[in-house]
């Protein structure tokens, strides 16, 4: 049975927002009463958290799909609905989040480290929300928007100070077994290790964590063995340890050339370079390898390595060691900027709403991407006249009608706001209030004028303060 996972592929998807409720309070003897739809709930957002005592990403590997709840409706009498629940996932510390084409969107370490990988959907506002002195008794409401869906991979980057790496039976699970409490399997067959193992070392004042990686071989680069699939655990470390057996019995085997094949390895993984090293000759219990170490020791010497004689079966040698490694990390960590701050909470991007563009495309279309008017369109009920009366006119004070015109587009033409392939597409009937600017300024070329920045400022403050869904927002920053 799989106990350890270090890759899965998550499929999160967001709470969808509620939509807002369009409704008109009723008393007996008062027949008109004024607007009183409630707001949507927010939906929930999908949040990844390290939590220290999650070591797999196994959880994930049984079920990769994971939804946030909805929003409720809002409801008249003015009453809001619900929001959604953040779905909370706890994942490992050193859990790498990349999207399908390998980018990575964030890297977890420390705990409490969040990182947001759904943002739910926004609540729509009801009509008593967008009730305005213009607009005195609105016959709709917005829509909730749909939470986000996204598929991710997450990687678990193992969080050691220290790896050991080696060829298989060299000694790295018993090394670990003698100098942290933890207790791997060993065994006197190669591969014995299939996942990491990792250990808590204390030596003095310092306490250091230790991991080993299962054994490579020559060719590893190319899929021997069990490859370098595992490498991506010791990136993270500050000293890579070469533990070499001194003792093998295979006769084209010694330390030296051992140290040579892991090293043209670990070349081949790349990214390692600058990581200190040190070497650790194991089983020197074993008389022929106490004299093999000490016919080899001055050529490690030679090439730069400090280098321990240790048996992690006889227990000699790994005070010395352990407290060579606490010394090397400590001064890795002296080394380091500041400690990281814990607790940092990731955004996937960063929604940049200020401005929109419009392309000219084949066959008499235009293109409208924007983060506004693509968020306007989702909150838009398109049933209802009214509701899109009224996204019209927002589209039109942001400006995408006057947009619209200087790139080209008459009346009929086709006008597609959103990607390829989630757009909505209808025919463009320029406004009375695009119409009338139009006839203002006749005898202007627009496509030859200038912008005006002023007048397009003057123009997005106004569309801004008739805003409701914004402004509500700026209110309720936490819905
Ligand atoms: N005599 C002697 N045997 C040792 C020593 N250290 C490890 N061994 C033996 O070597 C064999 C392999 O040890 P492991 O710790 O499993 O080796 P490993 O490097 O983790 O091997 P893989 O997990 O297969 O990569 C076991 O039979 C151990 O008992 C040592 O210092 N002296
Ligand atoms: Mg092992």
């Known amino acids: 049975m799989t106990t350890f996972v270090d890759r899965v592929e998550l499929h999160v998807a967001a709470g969808n927002g509620g939509h807002g409720c369009a409704s008109v309070h009723r008393e007996k003897f008062k027949p008109l009463g004024g607007p009183d739809g409630g707001n949507g709930g927010r939906g929930g957002d999908v949040i990844l958290v390290v939590e220290q005592s999650v070591t797999t990403l196994l959880d994930y590997h049984h079920s990769p799909h994971r939804k946030a709840t909805n929003g409720q409706p809002g409801a008249g009498d003015n009453r809001s609905g619900k929001d959604g629940q953040d779905l909370i996932l706890p994942v490992p510390d050193g859990t790498v989040i ?6 990575v969107l964030a890297d977890l370490v420390g705990q409490g480290t969040t990182f947001v990988a759904g943002q739910g959907g926004r609540g729509g506002l009801g009509n008593a929300a967008l009730s305005s002195a213009r607009r005195k008794a609105p016959g709709f409401a917005l829509l909730g928007e749909p939470g986000e869906f996204r598929d991710v991979v997450m990687e678990l980057k193992t969080v050691a100070d220290v790896a050991l790496v080696g060829y298989p039976s060299a000694g790295k699970s018993s090394l670990i077994s003698v100098l942290s409490a933890a207790k791997p399997k060993i065994a006197d067959y190669p591969f014995t290790t299939l996942v990491p193992n990792l250990g808590v070392v ?14 490579l071989i020559p060719g590893a680069s190319q899929g021997k063995g069990l490859g370098l699939e595992f490498l991506r655990h010791v990136e993270r470390c500050s000293v890579l340890v070469h533990v070499l057996d001194t003792a093998t019995l295979e006769s084209d085997r010694d330390p030296v050339s051992d140290l040579d094949v892991i090293e043209a390895e670990l070349k081949q993984y790349g990214g390692l370079d600058d990581r200190p090293r040190i070497v650790v000759l194991n089983k020197v219990d074993i008389p022929d390898g106490q004299d093999l170490a000490e016919m080899i020791r001055p050529e490690l010497l030679a090439r ?23 010394g090397i990390i400590a001064e890795a960590r002296a080394a380091k900027p500041v400690e990281e701050a814990t607790r940092i909470v990731i955004r996937p991007k960063a929604v940049d709403d200020t401005g929109f563009t419009v392309v000219r495309e084949e066959g008499d279309l235009y293109r409208v991407r924007g983060e506004k008017p693509e968020r306007w369109v989702r909150q838009t009920d398109f ?11 927002r589209l039109s004070r942001l400006g995408v009608e006057e947009k619209l015109m200087k790139a080209g587009a008459r ?6 706001i959103g990607p390829e392939d989630n757009a909505v597409v209808f025919d463009w009937e320029p406004t009375m209030m695009a119409g009338a600017e139009m006839l203002g300024r006749r005898g202007e070329d627009h496509r030859l004028e200038a912008p005006r920045p002023a007048a397009q400022r003057r123009r997005d403050r106004e569309a801004e303060r008739d805003d409701p869904q914004r402004e509500y927002d700026e209110f309720h920053p936490f819905q």
């Not at 227990?315 to 060691?321: A, D, F, I, P």
């Not at 009346?411 to 597609?416: L, N």
Request: charged share 20%; net charge negative; hydrophobic share 40%.
């Open 411 to 416: 009346a009929g033409d086709g006008v597609a």
């Open 98 to 103: 990349l999207d399908k084409q390998g980018n």
């Open 202 to 215: 204390t030596a003095g004042s310092t306490v250091y964590t230790i991991a080993d990686v299962p054994g």
């Open 383 to 393: 049933s209802n006249d009214e509701a899109v009366g009224y996204l019209a006119d």
């Open 304 to 326: 730069g390595y400090q280098v321990f004689e240790v048996s992690a079966v006889a227990r000699t040698g790994l005070k010395e060691l352990s407290f060579a490694l606490a």
